[in-house]
């Protein structure tokens, strides 16, 4: 079984700051990964994704992401928040094939100038 | 844009009626995915085609049914609407193979659907 767990519904930030947006993962095989950022109003978008090769997965926007299986954690970070990364961040789980992919419940960010 | 259409982005319409989502995939990708995002219940998964069939089903209500077309775009009928089914209605599509990142959803930018 799967599952993904985002450990804090909300993150605030000041603008320059550094970002940490904390996910835990369950599955019984190795996994898929994936971060995708939702802002308002806007359709889902993937930001990084995880497949067993490099553990550390560089994405858009300068986030990354290191994937530590001995802690079952896939946390995304960014050295230097902008206000534009304001928005919704999902973490998801998925199995090979992508016929059983779990998301997280999300993570907003708010970013203070 | 994502390559993943949807129609219509906004469709206000009352309880007990039936409404049609409509979603076309990525151009190449054998898989469409229906979400429900709503404020109290967050992301959920509905329902996954896989060219032409069912291939998982998530917290679908009886009253919505889905399908994937021949030429692979798929629509969501919801029926006999409630207050609660408002919500933005996701479509995303992904590959049909792990080697063409069948993992990697791509999302529509979603329709969002207003129950009065």
């Known amino acids: 079984a799967q599952s993904v767990t985002q450990l804090d519904s909300h993150v605030s930030v000041s603008e320059g700051t550094p970002v940490l947006l904390r996910c835990n993962y369950s599955s019984s095989y190795s996994p898929s990964l994936f971060w995708y950022v939702q802002h308002p109003n806007k359709g889902l978008q993937l930001l990084l994704k995880?497949?067993?090769?490099?553990?550390l997965v560089k994405g858009i926007n300068g986030f990354e992401a290191e994937f530590k299986k001995s802690e079952t954690s896939f946390h995304l970070t960014k050295p230097s928040a902008h206000m534009s990364d304001a928005a919704e961040y999902f973490c998801?789980?998925?199995?090979?094939?992508?016929?059983?992919?779990?998301f997280g419940a999300g993570t907003r960010l708010f970013v203070k100038a | 844009d994502s390559g993943v259409t949807q129609t219509p982005k906004h469709l206000i319409t009352a309880t007990g009626q039936r409404v049609t989502l409509r979603c076309s995939p990525r151009s190449g990708d054998l898989s469409v995915y229906w979400y429900q995002q709503s404020l109290d219940q967050g992301l959920q998964f509905l329902i996954q085609y896989y060219n032409g069939e069912e291939r998982a089903k998530g917290n679908i209500l009886e009253r919505f049914s889905a399908q994937q077309f021949p030429d692979l775009h798929s629509e969501l009928n919801l029926s006999s609407l409630e207050l609660g089914d408002s919500a933005l209605y996701f479509c995303?599509?992904?590959?049909?193979?792990?080697?063409?990142?069948?993992?990697?959803?791509?999302f529509g930018a979603g329709s969002r659907l207003t129950v009065l």
């Open positions: 998801v789980v998925s199995n090979t094939g992508g016929f059983k992919t779990i």
């Open positions: 995303a599509s992904s590959g049909g193979t792990a080697e063409s990142g069948a993992n990697v959803l791509t």
């Open positions: 995880y497949t067993s090769a490099a553990t």
